[in-house]
């Protein structure tokens, strides 16, 4: 198949590969469209089982981030890269500064911040060969790691979620199960615990978990039982496409709230969690704190000011996407995708293109 018809291309405006048999280096990197600005996304680096698994991940995260920005009015286009290879063997320094180059041969249309498996230290090799990277701290003025931003942003965006469903703010009782309590999903349980939330979590790597019970009174659960809680709200904050088919016959929760990026496994899954009655707050919706940050750190500017600005953005945008399925019976992730398109191609909006 060429990458032309490849079923995730939707129109990417560019995509390159990079092979470096000196470094190692196997990567890609996708713009998917800059018609808002230059594209920023995140560097991820997977032992991905091949290199169509890595270019479908590259595609559909890279559109992610296009509608991500559009959602969150930032002058930004989307784009990702991937590196192929597991992070805990393949990094080394070569390697990241080799992935720099590639990154700076696209001249500044293409800017990357860190991903799973990418963290603020290797930012700072791959900065030694080009300086467009973001998302790491700096000697001029970064704050580095957006998560915190982005644990905030799915904070607003979840509480939301319960008032449109549950009629009310207050978290105070309500029960809510996270996958994943790593860098945002722990972040995100500090603050409902601090709200009076009752949380069940799981993850993986068993510490991660057993620091929020001993921290946040969390209940831990295993990972292959945190989808049939009884609780009110599910906050997907571990991976991507863990909303299936079996899930959706599972779930017991009325929300899905999280940070986790592409969270159904397919689109039409909208439809049937609508027609169960879940309302599900779309995740670049809710989850785009982060690249909100990054963007105001880029510019020089203060936290106070990215705060601002994802407390309004996931505000006004979750309400217009909330009111507008429950006047229509349209699910939540095609209005959002509505909302988004319309902000960075209205011309295709209008002719009634909807992604
Ligand atoms: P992270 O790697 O720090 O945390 C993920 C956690 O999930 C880890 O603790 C991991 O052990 C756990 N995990 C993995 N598989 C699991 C499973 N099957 N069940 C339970 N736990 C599992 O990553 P993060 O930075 O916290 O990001 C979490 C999610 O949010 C990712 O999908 C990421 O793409 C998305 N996201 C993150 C940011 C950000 O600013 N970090 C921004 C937007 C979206």
């Known amino acids: ?11 990417h405006q560019r995509v390159a590969f990079c092979q470096d048999k000196k470094t190692g280096l196997k990567a ?4 998917h469209n800059t018609n808002l600005g230059n594209a920023l996304g995140g560097c991820r680096m997977f032992p991905y089982a091949s290199g169509e698994a890595a270019l479908d991940d590259v595609l559909r995260l890279s559109r992610g981030m296009t509608y991500k920005s559009a959602a969150a009015n930032l002058p930004l286009g989307g784009g990702k890269s991937v590196i192929l290879g597991d992070p805990r063997q393949h990094k080394t320094e070569d390697l990241l500064r080799a992935m720099g180059r590639f990154i700076d041969s696209f001249n ?10 990418i963290n603020e230290s290797d930012m700072r090799i791959m900065a030694l060969e080009t300086s467009h990277v973001a998302g790491f701290s700096s000697l001029q003025g970064d704050r580095g790691d957006p998560s915190p931003a982005t644990a905030y942003g799915v904070f607003v965006g979840l509480q939301l979620a319960v008032q449109q469903r549950f009629k009310t703010s207050d978290l105070k009782g309500v029960r809510v199960a996270i996958q994943g309590v790593g860098n945002v999903g722990y972040r995100l349980a500090e603050m409902l615990h601090q709200a009076g939330a009752q949380l069940w979590v799981s993850d993986v790597f068993a510490a991660n978990a057993q620091r929020a019970e001993k921290e946040l009174s969390a209940r831990v659960v295993d990972p292959s039982d945190i989808f049939t809680q009884d609780v009110d709200v599910i906050a997907p904050c571990a991976l991507g496409a863990t909303i299936d088919d079996t899930v959706l016959n599972l779930l017991r929760a009325q929300v899905i709230a999280g940070s986790a990026n592409n969270q159904l496994a397919y689109d039409d899954l909208g439809a049937a969690l609508c027609a169960r009655g879940i309302l599900y707050a779309p995740d670049y919706v809710i989850n785009a704190g982060g690249i909100i940050d990054v963007y105001y750190q880029r510019q020089g500017l203060p936290y106070a000011k990215a705060h601002k600005h994802i407390t309004q953005c996931i505000t006004d945008t979750l309400k217009e996407v909330f009111q507008r399925s429950a006047a229509t019976g349209e699910p939540t992730n095609l209005i959002a995708d509505q909302v988004a398109r319309n902000r960075f191609d209205p011309q295709s909006s209008a002719m009634g293109c909807v992604a």
Do not use: L, P, T
């Not at 032309?4 to 291309?9: A, M, P, T, V």
């Not at 890609?28 to 713009?31: D, E, K, S, T, Y």
């Not at 500044?108 to 498996?117: F, H, K, L, P, Q």
């Open 1 to 11: 198949m060429s990458v032309f018809e490849h079923r995730s291309y939707d129109d």
């Open 28 to 31: 890609i990197i996708a713009i």
């Open 108 to 117: 500044g249309d293409y800017v990357a911040a860190e991903d799973s498996g």
